[in-house]
């Protein structure tokens, strides 16, 4: 006996210091904490179940804990002692209603657990006492109550208290009815209605059974309802399904709730989801079909099961053995044929004598009728019979050919994940399921003969019960005879003392004074001097304790904070001056009393504290004791705290502080005109607007103020604070308004002077002000483009000045397939040109135009604005006829904007050439330079812009000059700079000579002498090439030759000499008139022949010529680079003689004779 008290002992030892160690200890960790009360749990209720009652109250006191991992373990706790111990259920059960009702959801879910637990075992408790007294009756009251709103919450929002809710109603609907010959043998710890006596005065069966009916109709609306989640859906489908196996009454309804699930799927469901509800009822199916009770609805079962793709093999293997069927068929048959008096009658017939007789006490008795097989079909059933005989061949044909009109053109998704082959189509099985399909659908849409014969029985019944009550209430004797003592009956005092209450356990109860105990008796009054001389004394001892604690890393308890900032509050002066010295001490560390105070100090001033409202002078003397706190404190902050403290605990004030005053927003609108500190000032002011709601409008407009601020940084962060907030769309009307009414300030004639002080004029700096925000609301909201435009109309030049500058960021933003941007093109206000032509041009920049945005101004420049420059950012989107059209009125602008031109026709202005485009090539573009006509563009103009083309040396190579010249020389007339071209193309590029002799030669034959200033280009080329060009003027006519002699002396010696040169026969071949011109003579037989061979070479220019001219009619495009040959080669002194162009290193030409 002793050893057995050491025992205990020692266990009762180590439950107070695990108790001690959780409760006091505040920084344990919260699974240690539990651990701990764990232990706690094995050892008084398992271990020592004595000790369970005497420390039941300090397990309870645990429900208050901050961790609702402690308070999950409190639920469990209390679930283990009332299954140890069920005595202990009054002391409990108002602790478990309180934690019903925890804020945490895993709390709750614990509850509703523990209760679904605990539900039976109070019930078998209550059952099985000896006696019932009044707080069993109250205890069971507590618990009806939990159970209703238990059940209420199958409507909650959360999926895991759904799901707990339908567990916990499956175990009332088992445990509120009565077992049958098919529900499963009872357990020793199984509890059923047929355990429950029916001498309770307060538990009826009869009550229970109904509540639980009651129950299971409410799963089956949840079963069917089209919303429901997939495992919420399935949880219900399994609860039905187990509540079928225990309670056959209920088979029939569970095998339509199934079948009607079958037929409507909820629509929410993903194909996965439907996939797995799928299998989920197969399973279920399975499950009921093995039950015996089953048999009726086996035919039913085998569709479901078929159409969910069940093989006949899983259906044969689940089905109940005959011998098994005919069993149960026997026992149904024994039980309808046995006399209902005789003592084997069963269970059910017993329980309705019983129940009989209970109801005849209570006065509330009901005829019993039998009720036919008929009146019990449901709406589904009735439904489904009608539908047979209508499914003909026919009748089907029509609804399937009617149905295909809705068909959708492809098979939903839904529908495919859910779709079986029929294995049996046309039968008379198929026939009865799909009817009842049909009937499930009807049925939920309110239609059908079933739900008409339901709803006009439902009437029937209503109306018979309003009867019946009408004749029970006349049978009731109208009074009850009450005792003379008292005047009341003698049961509503027993009613009366049965109100009894619960109070949760685990709080100390305070115990009621029976004198009041008046201090103002017993002491005397301290005078001002000495109240605020304890006051101080007070304080100080608190803070001077708070710097100790210091030393040992610990600070001041919550409950000396709220005595420190409520002393300050109502005492202020000296307390307040060491309050706040105190804090400033260690302001990171002491920021939680700072807050602590300015909150009292707020609650003193709306009057939240004891003493009521405050009077309009105190209210005016708190309110300058608060708004004079904080203001203190902030400065304190930003001038005294270093500075990787101060951003913090600035921001931490801001967004905790209870009321934000006008002082300040001041103070925090200059913390962010710093650029040390504007980022954090901003992101303050932004998380106002996001948090404060009641302030916002407040808030935005300081942080709105801030985008015109003078100082750039500023400007840009606040901007770009404001475009996030836009671009929530919260606050779009009020952030535009700003920035438009900020733009229209341009239209003024001077800046404003409430804005900037003291500047008469329009400066960039102050235009940008006004633009800031306006520019970076741009991109987000392009219909602001056409405010722009008016404001442009109307500004000065200074200004438009700085608004053609500033449009590159947000234009390139909004992009070239705005719609507005198109629109504003499109409908140019008159004045606004220079603004749009700024706006493609940063369009078109190193991007081509878009075909919508050439369209436009394709349409602009003929319509409205004949500027060509419009089509200057266009010019790549243009086509080559238009191009070309349009050079003599562009090249006449001014040189820097005519190289722009050439740039962007020639690709110069782009980064990379992949994806550029132009509509005429270099060639082209060189070609047309010189072939516009005079009178629309002067040649000096002409040769400037020839000159720019020169300039791009990567772009007009020698092959591309080499083509220009040729397509120039087949031209009929020639050119004017013709000849011009021919010598800045070789001083460009020497390597050409060769080519450059071959033009030569060939303008020969083209006269070139007719036109006088190629004539002249081309005796100057000839200058520049000597000694290659002497051969070129040995073809001249004699005429020609004289005329070159008389243009340009300088060629006749060197000519001279290089005939003299020649042998004897290559001489005879140059014609005599030639030979006249350069004074050299020969022999008498030589001249004849010069003279055939002048009448040769003078029928050959002509025939050379004619084939000339109608080479460049066919328009053939020669690209011989190579020196050729004449028909006049002729006269040179071997028939094989050519020239052929060579390059040395030097980069010189030299000329090669080969005989």
Known sequence: MDEEQVEQKSTSDRVVELINFSALHQSIKDHHKVNNLRQVQELIVYKEPALLDNFLDEMLAFQNDRSAEVRKFVVGFIEEACKQDPDIFPKVLANLRMMFRDEAVAVQKRVIQATTQLYKVALRWICQAKKVDDLMETSWEYIKSLKNDIVSLLDCENDGIRTHTIKFMEMLVILQTYPDGDSPKKTANDFALDDVPLMLKFIKPRKLEEEAKQVFDALVVFHGTPHISSINLMTCMQALVLIAKHRSEF????????????????????????????????????????????????????????????????????????????????????????????????????????????????????????????????????????????????????????????????????????????????????????????????????????????????????????????????????????????????DAKKK???????????????????????????????????????????????????????????????????????????????????????????????????????????????????????????????????????????????????????????????????????????????????????????????????????????????????????????????????KQLHERGNFRPIIEDFALMYLRYLLEPAPPQHLFHG?????????????????????????????????????????????????????????????????????????????????????????????????????????????????????????KKEVIAALPKLIKLNPIVVKEVFNRLLGSHVESTANFTSPVSPAELLVALHNIDPSKCDVKTVIKATSLCFAEKHIYTQEVLAVVMQQLMEQSPLPTLLMRTVIQSLSLYPRLLGFIMNILQRLITKQVWKQKKVWEGFIKCCQRTKPQSLQVLLQLPAEQLRNVFQVSPDLQQPLVQHVSAFTDHQRAHIPESILEVLNLNRPKADSDKSKSADKDIALKMKRDSSRESRDSREGRDSRDYSSGRTERDSWRPSSNTKIRLSTSDDGGAAQELDT
Not at 474 to 482: D, F, G, M
Not at 708 to 719: F, G, T
Not at 808 to 836: H, Q, R, Y
Request: aromatic content about 4%.
């Open 496 to 722: 009366e003392a049965k109100n009894a209450v619960l109070v949760p356990t685990g709080f100390e109860a305070k115990s009621r004074r029976l004198r009041q105990l008046n201090l103002a008796d017993l002491t005397r009054p301290l005078s001002d001097d000495e109240m605020t001389q304890m006051l101080v004394s007070t304080v100080r001892r608190i803070l001077d304790a708070g710097r100790e604690s210091r030393t040992h890393n610990t600070s001041i308890s919550p409950v000396q904070v709220k005595i420190l900032a409520g002393l300050a509050t109502q005492f202020g002066g000296e307390i307040s001056a060491m309050l706040k010295e105190y804090i400033l001490e260690d302001l990171r560390s002491h920021v939680d009393i700072a807050l602590a105070w300015l909150y009292e100090e707020y609650a003193q001033l709306q009057g939240f504290l004891q003493g009521g409202t405050v009077n309009p002078m105190e209210k005016s003397s708190s309110s300058d004791s608060y708004v004079h706190c904080l203001t203190n404190l902030l400065v304190d902050i930003l001038q005294k705290c270093e500075t990787r403290d101060r951003d913090a605990l600035f921001s931490r004030f801001f967004l905790e502080i209870p009321s934000i005053t006008s002082e300040a927003l001041i103070i925090l609108k200059q913390y962010c005109q710093n650029e040390s500190t504007v980022t954090n000032g901003l992101s303050i002011l932004r998380s106002l607007v996001d948090y404060r709601p009641p302030g916002q409008i407040e808030y935005l407009q300081k942080l709105l103020e801030l985008t015109v601020s003078q100082n750039q940084e500023v400007r840009l962060q606040a901007a770009k604070h404001a």
């Open 251 to 490: 088979m029939s309804r569970v095998i339509q709730a199934l079948e009607s699930l079958h037929a409507n799927l909820p629509p929410t469901l993903a194909k996965s989801q439907v996939s797995s509800v799928r299998k989920h009822l197969k399973l279920q199916l399975l499950i009921l079909m093995k039950h015996p009770a089953a048999v009726d609805y086996h035919g039913q079962i085998s569709t479901l099961l078929t159409d969910l793709g069940a093989s006949p093999q899983e259906i044969s293997k689940c089905m109940p053995k005959p011998d098994e069927i005919k069993k149960r068929a026997r026992l149904i048959e024994e039980g309808t044929t046995s006399a209902p008096g005789s003592a084997a009658a069963p269970p059910s017939v017993k329980r309705i004598k019983l129940e009989a007789e209970e109801e005849e006490e209570e006065k509330e008795e009901e005829d019993s009728s039998s009720i036919s097989k008929a009146a019990t079909n449901t709406a589904i059933d009735i439904t489904a019979e009608d539908l047979v005989p209508r499914l003909t061949t026919v009748n089907v044909t029509d609804i399937v050919l009617v149905s295909m009109l809705s068909l959708p053109e492809i098979m939903p998704a839904h529908f495919q994940a859910s779709y079986t082959p029929i294995a049996v189509a046309g039968t008379e099985t198929q026939i009865k399921h799909l009817a009842r399909l049909i009937s499930t659908q009807m049925t939920a849409a309110g239609l059908g003969k079933g739900v008409e014969e339901m709803i006009a029985k439902a009437k029937e019944q209503q109306q018979q019960e309003e009867e019946a009550m009408q004749t029970e209430e006349a049978a009731q004797p109208k009074q009850t005879i009450q005792t003379l003592l008292g005047g009341t009956t003698a």
């Open 759 to 879: 500047c008469p004029v329009w400066t960039e700096d102050n235009t940008k002000i006004c633009m800031q925000l306006y520019i970076n609301l741009l991109p987000v909201n392009h219909k602001l483009i056409h405010d722009l435009a008016v404001v442009y109309v109307g500004a000065i030049a200074e200004i438009k000045r700085t608004i053609l500058r500033g449009l590159e960021g947000p234009v390139k933003g909004m992009g070239m397939s705005s719609p507005e941007l198109l629109l504003l093109v499109e409908n140019c206000p008159k004045g606004a040109e220079t603004l749009v032509t700024r706006i493609i041009h940063i369009l078109t920049d190193k991007t081509p135009p878009s075909s919508e945005l050439v369209a436009r101004v394709r349409d602009l420049y003929h319509k409205r604005v004949s500027d060509v420059r419009f089509l200057i950012p266009v010019l790549n989107g243009l086509s």
